[in-house]
């Protein structure tokens, strides 16, 4: 089987990994989204806990190849980019898994949260320093603009650490198993998200600064300090 560079194909091949994901995974009869599904090699198993499965796989080849492994009626594979990839058919919300290529990390995190209304939950691989940002707790070096993000809309959670050996092509970093689960409404609503969003990015865009010379886009700073 022939890898993509540039889609960032790292399989998960180790065994014993591919079966703690699967048996980490709390599936009850749901419909599933399987993005990248690869080689099959958790494909197979997700097919047979899933009600109805859809894999997304960007790679027309690899496609080919899992028609071939998997036919079957309650699977059905579909060859598309899954950041365009459209939610909007599905009758209830389904759970997300995939091993995530490391290169559109960030891009899916935001996909994830502009679709939430079709998804209960996730379980995802990625990088282990992208996960560990997405699961910080504050006061953290890790706590950062991406852990406020998600953790406004969804409860994250590391489930295990994966080394890179475990992957083929072996990847540059180690990986982490999470899991994310949306709230049905933000524990905390803000009267203007993008505002709130504008305004962390700022705060932590410099780090090393005093907070008000960082948020010095939204006012002076006699204004800022008053409001501070």
Same mark, same amino acid.
């Not at 995190?109 to 502009?114: A, F, P, S, T």
């Not at 899991?179 to 700022?202: G, S, Y």
């Not at 005093?210 to 700073?221: C, E, M, Q, T, Y």
């Given at each position: 089987?022939?890898?993509?560079k ?9 065994k014993r990994?591919?079966?703690r994901?699967i048996?980490?995974m709390?599936l009850n009869?749901?419909i599933? $989204?399987?993005?990248?599904?690869g ?10 806990? #899933? /009600? @109805? =499965? ?5 790679d027309t ?27 909007s058919?599905l009758?209830e919300k389904?759970v997300?898994?995939?091993?995530i290529?490391?290169n559109i990390?960030n ?6 949260? $502009?679709?939430?209304?079709f998804i209960?939950k996730?379980?995802?691989?990625f990088?282990?320093?992208? #996960? /560990? @940002? =997405?699961a ?8 950062g603009y ?10 994250v959670?590391?489930?295990f650490?994966i ?6 092509p ?7 198993f999470?899991t ?5 409404k933000?524990?905390v609503r ?6 709130l969003?504008?305004?962390i ?5 410099a780090r090393r600064k005093k907070?008000i010379?960082? =948020? ?5 700073k006699?204004y800022?300090?008053?409001v501070l």
């Amino acid at each position: 089987m022939r890898f993509k560079k540039s889609f960032g194909q790292n399989f998960l091949r180790d065994k014993r990994f591919v079966n703690r994901v699967i048996s980490s995974m709390e599936l009850n009869g749901d419909i599933v $989204i399987e993005i990248g599904p690869g080689s099959g090699q958790i494909t197979r198993h997700l097919a047979h806990k #899933a /009600r @109805k =499965l859809y894999c997304v796989e960007k790679d027309t080849n690899l496609i080919s190849l899992l028609k071939e492994r998997f036919a079957s009626d309650s699977t059905q594979f579909i060859n598309s980019d899954i950041l365009t990839f459209d939610l909007s058919f599905l009758k209830e919300k389904s759970v997300v898994f995939g091993n995530i290529p490391f290169n559109i990390s960030n891009r899916l995190i935001r996909y994830l949260i $502009i679709n939430r209304e079709f998804i209960k939950k996730g379980y995802f691989t990625f990088q282990k320093e992208f #996960a /560990r @940002k =997405l699961a910080a707790s504050f006061h953290t070096k890790e706590y950062g603009y991406l852990s406020c993000l998600i953790q406004y809309y969804a409860d994250v959670k590391i489930i295990f650490d994966i080394p890179r050996s475990a992957f083929y092509p072996v990847p540059g970093v180690d990986a982490s198993f999470i899991t994310i689960k949306f709230f049905d409404k933000p524990q905390v609503r803000a009267k203007n998200e993008d505002f709130l969003f504008k305004l962390i990015r700022n705060a932590f865009s410099a780090r090393r600064k005093k907070i008000i010379n960082a =948020l010095l886009g939204f006012g002076g700073k006699e204004y800022i300090s008053r409001v501070l």
